[in-house]
């Protein structure tokens, strides 16, 4: 099981960025997917999560309407599109896998890949 996070990178403050996961070595739509950010010192924080089938999504306070969550099951891949980023979006961000779906609290989340570094200047 395999999940590799890319498209991170340093954008200023009102651009946008697109992360994608690709996942491998296990069977993708059965698992819900989630992203997830983290700042030195902090608690990895929920970001988006979606569904198996990509019908259902839902999203922290704090991204919602700029950020969107999608899938492509037949990629294995998971994307984050980041739109009107803020200085304060600046993090790790890691995409995650669940047997369930709805879970806002990392310890869910069963699979992990490494992280991307999201760096938005001001």
């Known amino acids: 099981v395999q999940l590799q996070a890319s498209g991170g990178g340093l954008v200023q403050a009102g651009g946008s960025l697109r992360l994608s996961c690709a996942a491998s070595?296990?069977?993708?739509?059965?698992?819900?997917m989630g992203w997830f950010r983290q700042t030195p010192g902090k608690e990895r924080e929920f970001v988006a999560g979606?569904?198996?089938?990509?019908?259902?999504?839902y999203y922290a306070d704090s991204v919602k309407g700029r950020f969107t969550i999608s899938r492509d099951n037949a990629k294995n891949t998971v994307y984050l599109q980041m739109n009107s980023l803020k200085p304060e979006d600046t993090a790790i961000y890691y995409c995650a896998a669940d047997e369930t779906y709805g879970a806002t609290a990392s310890t869910s989340y069963d699979y992990w890949g490494k992280g991307t570094l999201v760096t938005v200047s001001s």
């Open positions: 979606i569904s198996w089938s990509g019908g259902s999504r």
């Open positions: 070595g296990w069977i993708f739509s059965r698992y819900a």
